[in-house]
T-cell receptor, first 111, second 118 residues
Framework: GDSVTQMEGPVTLSEEAFLTINCTYT??????LFWYVQYPGEGLQLLLK?????DKGSNKGFEATYRKETTSFHLEKGSVQVSDSAVYFC??????????FGKGTTLSVSS | EAQVTQNPRYLITVTGKKLTVTCSQN?????MSWYRQDPGLGLRQIYY???????DKGDVPEGYKVSRKEKRNFPLILESPSPNQTSLYFC?????????????????FGAGSRLTVL
């Protein structure tokens, strides 16, 4: 079945460092891809999404490009802030089916 | 404000004492779902509902029940809670329900309910 694999954390960075969180997927069709973020004590919220190959999703300085040839959707940010400390979930969705989440990657940014 | 509201946010209970976690959304969403979040396991879907009176099992339905009598509400029922159901629970909703397109399937999550079963 469809699945999502994320790099294991935690990821620990200093403020203004470059961030990459790897995400790869397995899917039979042409899924939509998402990154959700969970800040401490809160529920998940959508960070960005992409619906087809080569689409780039972006929000709050984060970017991810849907790469069908490598089945990847890596999350990047050029300069992280302390406020970016959170758990990040990669997810995929085929039309009409449930969202499938990766296990989450914890990011900790120190000043 | 568009939101998903869960209650209670925190609950400590004992084995075997029935409990219900309520979930309500004010966005007229068709699709609703329950997840549990456990360390090292990420989010796992318990049950979901594509529309009123339509519910189906997710990946980990054992020990749980749900109902969808109204569009806005989707309560999670633990008839006889056990310690292995100690977890953080999230309710979520989306326009979704069989519609194509990523926009229709973007989930809005509640703030979570932390349940401890002793």
């Amino acid at each position: 079945g469809d699945s999502v694999t994320q790099m294991e954390g935690p990821v620990t960075l200093s403020e203004e460092a470059f961030l990459t969180i790897n995400c790869t997927y397995t899917a039979t069709g042409y899924p939509s891809l998402f990154w959700y973020v969970q800040y401490p004590g809160e529920g998940l919220q959508l960070l960005l999404k992409a619906t087809k190959a080569d689409d780039k999703g972006s929000n709050k300085g984060f970017e991810a490009t849907y790469r069908k040839e490598t089945t990847s959707f890596h999350l990047e940010k050029g300069s992280v802030q302390v406020s970016d400390s959170a758990v990040y979930f990669c997810a995929l969705n085929q039309a009409g089916t449930a969202l499938i989440f990766g296990k989450g990657t914890t990011l900790s940014v120190s000043s | 404000e568009a939101q998903v509201t869960q209650n209670p946010r925190y609950l400590i209970t004992v084995t075997g004492k029935k409990l219900t976690v309520t979930c309500s959304q004010n966005m007229n969403h068709e699709y609703m779902s329950w997840y549990r979040q456990d360390p090292g396991l990420g989010l796992r879907q318990i049950y979901y509902s594509m529309n009123v009176e339509v519910t189906d099992k997710g990946d980990v339905p054992e020990g749980y029940k749900v109902s969808r009598k109204e569009k806005r509400n989707f309560p999670l029922i633990l008839e006889s809670p056990s310690p292995n159901q100690t977890s953080l629970y999230f309710c979520a909703s989306s326009l979704g329900g069989g519609r194509t397109g990523a926009g229709a399937n973007v989930l809005t999550f509640g703030a979570g309910s932390r349940l401890t079963v002793l």
